[in-house]
């Protein structure tokens, strides 16, 4: 159902690969609630991807690119103003990719070069899209700039590797930027926390469909949803959260306030055995 929220507003979303992405769910309620909107993803992506049927779906353009060249970042935003005719009210950064967990390099054993292109890919390509954007000024006064984030950011998670380092960049830059975007433009920086959520890039992490259990029995509310999240964004984009910027908000179900539930615990009991040991036996804790 519809509330209007984002009538007339315009929007760029980042990352949308195909119908498990976050990034999909939150395309398709922001036009629902009155936004027009581009799509952009590497070349890549929109070939390997189906983001093409969602543009059609929703009427949207997509533009390839790489989020972590300026030239490509300053290409969008000029394309997005010219194709939807005005300033960007909302950005969505929903973009991470780990090569080191990709191809299971543990965290005691980082290819450096790896780690390079995790942090510049997951976090960097958000502090080069806000400065992008400040440049050119291509955002309204007032608008609403989100990125997705993981509580792995504060916590360590069994298998979430270097991933780890850049979602905890991201909320830094959410953050940094907040203070100098709010104070000159009124610009909104936020990151959202969000359940581990099955998606292209979730699936790849070591043990995901445990930690997607573990965290479901953890959670009062149980795991938030992809589309649990979208709907999170769309407050966030909206007009009802003009004063809330620099914040790391949570929608995880509850997962972040725990430390032990009965279901967690009763799971736990069940099993005392470790899975996760390499072929002397020994316990892998990376």
């Not at 949308?16 to 590497?42: F, P, Y």
């Not at 360590?156 to 991933?163: I, R, V």
């Not at 830094?172 to 709010?182: E, L, N, T, V």
């Not at 306030?257 to 967690?264: P, Y």
Request: charged letters at 20%.
């Amino acid at each position: 159902m519809s509330n209007n929220l984002l009538k007339g507003k315009r929007g760029i979303i980042f990352g949308a690969l195909n119908d498990m992405s976050i990034a999909w769910k939150v395309a398709e309620r922001a036009v629902e609630e009155g936004a027009s909107i581009t799509l952009t993803n590497t070349a890549l992506a929109v070939r390997m991807g189906t983001i093409s049927e969602l543009a059609t779906k929703l009427n949207a353009e997509v533009i390839p690119a790489d989020a972590t060249k300026v030239e490509d970042l300053e290409m969008v935003f000029t394309k997005s103003q010219e194709i939807l005719g005005g300033k960007i009210d909302f950005v969505l950064h929903s973009i991470g990719m780990s090569p080191n967990v990709r191809k299971k390099r543990t965290y005691d054993d980082l290819d450096y070069n790896l780690l390079n292109s995790t942090l510049d890919i997951s976090a960097i390509s958000f502090h080069k899209m806000i400065q992008v954007a400040k440049k050119m000024d291509a955002i309204s006064e007032g608008g609403s700039i989100l990125a997705l984030s993981y509580v792995a950011a504060q916590r360590t998670f069994f298998g979430y590797n270097d991933m780890a380092d850049a979602k905890a960049m991201l909320e830094s830059i959410a953050r940094s930027f907040g203070y100098i975007y709010g104070r000159e433009k009124g610009v909104r920086i936020n990151t959202i926390s969000q359940s581990p959520t099955m998606t292209t890039a979730g699936s790849g992490i070591k043990g995901f469909d445990g930690l997607l259990d573990f965290s479901n029995r953890m959670s009062p509310l149980g795991n938030a949803s992809a589309e649990d999240c979208a709907d999170y964004c769309i407050v966030m984009f909206s007009d009802l959260t003009k004063k809330v910027t620099m914040q790391n908000l949570y929608n995880d179900g509850g997962l972040s306030s725990m430390g032990m539930s009965l279901r967690a615990m009763t799971q736990y009991n069940k099993s005392f055995e470790n899975d996760f040991t390499d072929e002397n036996g020994n316990i892998i804790y990376g």
